[in-house]
């Protein structure tokens, strides 16, 4: 039989708000366009480019620049929007998936998860968690990021 996947709204509202909390303290230190963070994970290279600013938003971009091991598609490339009111941030896209729904049929023709949308925030809850505990940032101030 069949089931049907729901959101639970409430676990994702919470997840929204612990990985607000855990963002902010990793962010570039000023909320402006083209600001840039740099980290260093257990020798991977991450970096944090904040693409749009506004009064109540961020758009911030997230990415691998090492190699590492992994091939391409599996590198870490995020944008999230955190929103400052509401104090959520929410991943708007990954990889290769240019908008998120909330849910998703299954099977769907791209094979995403019935729960796509709460994976990859889960995973952005992992991501964040990993780089406040083991990250060190790289503090270059002639660093210049190709994700711009």
């Not at 994970?41 to 991450?46: K, L, R, V």
């Not at 240019?98 to 049929?105: A, E, I, N, Q, T």
């Not at 299954?106 to 406040?132: I, T």
């Not at 505990?133 to 994700?147: H, I, N, T």
Request: net charge positive.
């Amino acid at each position: 039989m069949k089931t049907e996947y729901r959101v639970d709204l409430p676990a994702m509202m919470r997840l929204y708000e612990t990985n607000y909390a855990k963002l902010v303290r990793l962010m570039p230190k000023r909320d402006e366009v083209g600001q840039v963070c740099r980290y260093d994970i257990q020798g991977q290279e991450y970096v944090l480019v904040v693409r749009e600013s506004t009064r109540y938003t961020t758009l911030l971009d997230i990415a691998q620049l090492s190699p590492g091991a992994a091939p391409d598609y599996l590198r870490a490339n995020l944008t999230v929007r955190l929103y400052h009111d509401a104090r959520v941030a929410e991943v708007c896209t990954t990889q290769q998936i240019s908008r998120l729904k909330p849910r998703y049929d299954y099977p769907n023709p791209r094979m995403h998860q019935r729960d796509e949308k709460h994976q990859v925030n889960a995973f952005l809850s992992d991501w964040l968690g990993h780089c406040l505990r083991r990250g060190v940032v790289a503090s270059d101030p002639m660093y210049k990021s190709s994700l711009n």
